[in-house]
């Protein structure tokens, strides 16, 4: 029988490659149970490699190299990465989780159909670990609940290799691959898949998945070519071609980042489907994804048994040495010479560090469900793409039936001979787990990951973690980052949130009418001479209580005061008048004014007078007017813009002294509507009300005083208040030089900047690493490759400092317009819903 075996093994016909295919027995949270043996699946969690640091992202590798050596040293090991296209229904079906007010049905369903048109693909990352073998028993129970059927797992078995999985499970939580548990849905797919099945795999709600329900899972016919596997559905039609390519040569030495991350590259393999017609001149606009997935199986050497691999292969090196010596020719060959070197140097280091020798077998899978010509230019697009790394990758002829089961969950290496040892350095520098990854778990999706690897971005703008709740958005004008932090206030709107956006440019008009069209409350306040009144602080402030207005009207009073009446004691003469109005039933500022001039005392008749004067100006008349009508502002959840195209803020530097009286009555009108947004942050029954403050072209602010009191204020109290404040700025440095609002930024968005200083400074307030490198990143962000601008492109940080190149996604053209900022942009007719003050 041996004689036998070892024939049909040398023919490529027998040992492992004629082994049965995996007899599947059950399915759990972690595991995957054969008629044989037991494995424990995990998922992994990306990190962002792409724009790490060189220290980070080499400290991370060491800490992947030494879980490799430590962890998983001795063990059968699995590793795939798949991919599954983004499945807008599950969109559909959590967006009343995220959203209740206006017509958000509309707003969810648009953005549903968004992600069916772009059609994003989801990489998942698996690690299979072989726990140990599987013994038939006897006295194997017969029950039927949930399926389960005569081959079924017995529970206490079951809980034996769950301890087992969960053990092992708390080691791996602390690699860099961040390991879980692999859910029983995400296996149950992952099984079913590898037949090529469209519906997904029925599993909902089970904790087990054995029986007559993973025997239906597990049903299907592959079809052998000597070049691709088919997949013949139920009808008998064929469902896809797939190729199982190995690589068969690696590169001496592969560098990281780059080239070496053979693993991670999968997801920047393109191609050019063969139904290209050559119409268009843009043929980089029509390559397609070719999404390749990977199953390599290894096995760690322990470091004993790399050592002793070593010295087998330098005894090798001396024996063939000492036989070149004897004849005569007397010289080894200089490749018998170097491998004595090789082994030495590979010896010292695996004694020295903490390192080892790694068994693999690296497998990649090209899928079409087009045709085979398709498949066969997929196939070349992968061979092209890992060429030009050095790596020779090519298909397995005459091996794709036991390739194809190499891949199987639970299955065995089949094609021994097809497969190389190195040192675990080589091995974690495939990165598998790396790539591309922010935003939040989970929350409204606002655009998509243009990094190493695709995928959907999460972010809540008005979520209550009970963490920082600033939001900045840096960058160049006409980069779309105005149009991002409005896209996040319609966000906020439909989640219930109160919303007020400080227009100072008179350009967000579009964000009412975007706001209406969803059925949201929208108002637009436009402050001008018709609007008397409206930034009353007595009035804005009422909810609030009139306490608060005794010290806050003053102080606004006092800074459009003449500078000879507040030197001759003015102030003290308009605090007394205020004192008076607010115990009146009807106060106003404008009765504060009648009232001074009203009083028997001269500097305050005279002080009565010029606040008179100045209230008939049209910036003055909003704050000191005399108000017809309902109040234009209430805090009441919905979209509120105010506009102010006219203000006229002094210069930073600019001390009180050399005021304008515009400058003057400017800094008062703000001064309004600044401690009406405060106050109604703190306001204590509006605390459980979400509430986001969203400030367009914030360097305005900063050169004043109150500006930078109001941005500090609402940074450091925001998450105590529910209150979230949004940033929009073409200053990084000016932002930087804030540390209370630097200090308590959650989230920031960097758009395109072009001069060294400004590229620094978003570099710090993005945590990527200073110098030249990131620089250019900076600068060249938001352009493609023929230099024309990509609007909406942008680097976010997230809350958990994590950093990723993100493409903001508008659902659909008319809201794109709607919210379109730029000067040739007519601003829309208010529609019916809209409240307009003007």
């Known amino acids: 029988m041996r004689v036998l075996e070892r024939i049909t093994g040398l023919l490529g016909v027998g040992g492992e490659r004629a082994a049965p295919p995996p007899q599947y027995e059950g399915i759990a949270d972690g595991l995957v149970l054969t008629d044989t043996e037991a494995w424990a699946w995990y998922t992994t969690e990306t990190s962002n490699s792409d724009l790490m640091g060189e220290a980070e992202h080499d400290a991370e590798q060491a800490r992947a190299e030494a879980a490799l050596t430590s962890t998983l040293a001795g063990m059968d090991v699995h590793l795939r990465i798949l991919w599954s296209p983004y499945s807008a229904d599950d969109y559909r079906a959590e967006a009343p989780d995220l959203y209740s007010a206006g017509r958000w049905e509309d707003w969810a369903e648009d953005r549903a159909g968004r992600l069916d048109q772009i059609a ?13 073998g599987r013994t038939a028993s006897p006295g194997r129970r017969i029950t039927d609940v949930a399926g389960v059927s005569s081959r079924g797992v017995p529970a206490r078995e079951l809980a034996t290799w769950h301890t087992a999985a969960r053990r092992l499970g708390r080691r791996l939580e602390a690699s860099p691959w961040r390991c879980a548990p692999a859910p029983v849905e995400l296996l149950a797919w992952m099984v079913t898949r590898e037949q090529h099945r469209s519906v997904p795999a029925p599993v909902a709600g089970r904790s087990l998945v054995s029986g007559a329900l993973l025997a239906s899972l597990t049903q299907g016919r592959v079809l052998p070519y000597p070049d691709h596997v088919r997949m013949v559905d139920v009808e008998g039609a064929t469902a896809a071609w797939v190729a199982v390519l190995v690589m068969t040569a690696f590169p001496e030495r592969l560098t990281t980042p780059g080239p070496g991350e053979w693993l991670r590259a999968l997801a920047e393999v393109s191609y050019l489907p063969p139904d290209y017609d050559g119409l268009e001149d ?5 390559l397609v994804a070719v999404s390749p997935e990977a199953s390599v199986r290894l096995r760690v050497l322990p470091k004993r048994a790399a050592i002793a691999r070593t010295d087998q292969t330098a005894r090798m090196v001396r024996e063939q040495t000492n036989s070149a010596g004897t004849h005569a020719l007397g010289d080894p060959g200089r490749v018998i010479t170097d491998a004595g070197e090789v082994m030495a140097d590979l010896r010292a280091e695996l004694e020295r560090e903490e390192l080892s020798l790694v068994e693999d077998h690296p497998r990649v899978v090209v899928t079409s469900t087009r045709g085979l010509e398709d498949l066969r230019a997929r196939v070349d697009a992968v061979i ?30 089949r094609v021994p ?19 591309a ?14 990094g190493s690897t695709p995928g959907v971005v999460r972010l809540t703008p008005a979520a209550d973690r009970r963490d920082a709740t600033t939001v900045a958005y840096v960058g160049r004008s ?71 207005a005794r010290a806050e009207v003053p102080a606004q009073l006092s800074l459009v005061t003449p500078a000879h009446l507040r030197a001759s004691g003015a102030e003290t003469a308009i605090q007394a008048a205020t004192n008076v109005v607010l115990d009146l039933p009807d106060p106003g500022t404008w009765r504060v004014i009648e009232h001074l001039r009203a009083g028997d005392d001269e500097l305050a008749r005279a002080t009565g007078d010029a606040l008179w004067e100045l209230a008939q100006t049209p910036h003055g008349s909003l704050f000191m007017g005399r108000p017809e009508g309902e109040p234009a502002l209430a805090a ?26 515009v400058q003057s009555l400017s800094v008062a009108v703000m001064h309004s509507l600044l401690a009406y947004g405060v106050l109604t942050s703190g306001r204590p029954d509006l605390r459980t009300l979400p509430k986001l403050v969203a400030v367009p072209e914030v360097h305005v602010m900063t050169g004043t005083t109150q500006g930078r009191h109001f941005l500090d204020y609402v940074a450091r109290v925001g998450r105590a208040l529910g209150t979230h404040l949004h940033l929009d700025t073409q200053d990084a440095s000016g932002l930087l030089s804030m540390p209370g609002v630097v200090e308590q930024l959650a989230t920031v968005v960097g758009f395109q900047l072009t001069t060294p200083a400004q590229q620094d400074a978003l570099g710090e307030l993005l945590g990527l690493p200073p110098g030249a490198h990131t620089r250019e990143l900076i600068r060249s962000i938001g352009i493609q490759p023929d230099g024309e601008i990509r609007h909406g492109h942008s680097i976010i940080r997230d809350r958990k400092f994590g950093a990723a190149t993100v493409q903001w996604d508008i659902p659909t053209s008319e809201l794109l317009d709607l919210l379109d900022t730029s000067p040739r942009a007519t601003q829309p007719a208010p529609s019916d819903d809209v409240e307009v003050h003007a």
Not at 120 to 132: D, F, K, T, Y
């Open 636 to 661: 009441t959840p919905g979209v509120w813009v105010v506009q102010l195209p006219g203000l006229s803020l002094p210069a930073v530097g600019e001390t009180r002294e050399t005021w304008t009286t």
């Open 282 to 286: 843009d043929v980089a606009a029509r």
């Open 120 to 132: 994003l693909p989801v990489r998942h990352v698996l690690i299979g670990v072989r726990l140990g």
């Open 437 to 450: 990854r922010v935003g939040d778990d989970s929350g409204p999706i606002i655009g998509y990951l243009t």
């Open 478 to 548: 006409g980069r779309g980052k105005t149009t991002a932090m409005m896209c996040s206030i319609l966000e906020a709107a439909h989640a219930g949130a109160w919303c007020m956006a400080l227009d100072f440019k008179g350009d967000l008009g579009g964000l009412t009418a975007a706001a209406s069209r969803y059925g949201l409350p929208a108002h637009l306040v436009q402050l001008t001479r018709a609007m008397a009144g409206t930034a009353d602080l007595i009035t804005l402030l009422a909810g609030a209580g009139r306490d608060i």
């Open 384 to 413: 092209a793409h890992y060429a030009d790394s050095g790596i020779t990758v090519q298909v397995g002829t005459d091996e794709q039936r036991p390739l194809w089961l190499e891949t199987l969950a639970g299955d065995r290496v």
């Open 417 to 435: 001979d097809l497969g190389h040892v190195r040192d675990t350095r080589a091995l974690a520098g495939a990165w598998w787990w790396g790539g």
